[in-house]
């Protein structure tokens, strides 16, 4: 089989707050950028990987959600319990430093963790938990 990852979603409350993190705080292009207001499906992803995307979506919109589903996943939204993503860079130091920058609110800084990887965490504007680890070698 020939299977790569495309495009992960993760939900976004505040499309131009989540923009603005993805594009400035972590240097993604913004690749597209649909519909209106809060309602906006957003694809950004890293300059020079075009086929690797994160698609940044309203959240709960499917019809198969009921009001319940949409109340829960908003109470883990807030908590920063619902979304996350594990990213990775050659530069953890630095890439921190450049988040920091941005007002991003830090989780952790870097650290090197007891299971063999150094790495550092985010929050967006969604509260989606953003993971950044070190590129070994």
């Given at each position: 089989m020939d299977i790569t990852i495309h495009t992960?979603?993760?939900p976004h409350t505040d499309p131009d707050a989540s923009v603005a993190f993805y594009r400035d705080a972590l240097g993604f292009e913004v690749r597209t950028d649909v519909g209106e207001g809060t309602m906006?499906?957003?694809?950004v992803g890293p300059v020079g990987q075009p086929g690797t995307s994160i698609l940044l979506a309203p959240p709960a919109v499917d019809p198969g959600v009921t009001?319940?589903?949409r109340r829960v996943i908003a109470e883990m939204m807030a908590k920063g319990t619902y979304g996350w993503i594990l990213l990775a860079?050659?530069?953890?130091?630095?890439t921190f430093e450049k988040v920091v920058a941005a007002d991003a609110e830090v989780v952790q800084e870097p650290t090197d963790?007891?299971?063999g990887v150094r790495d550092c965490a985010f929050r967006d504007p969604a509260g989606n938990l953003i993971r950044i680890q070190q590129v070994q070698g």
């Open positions: 992960t979603a993760l906006r499906w957003i694809t009001e319940d589903e860079t050659r530069d953890l130091d630095g963790q007891p299971y």
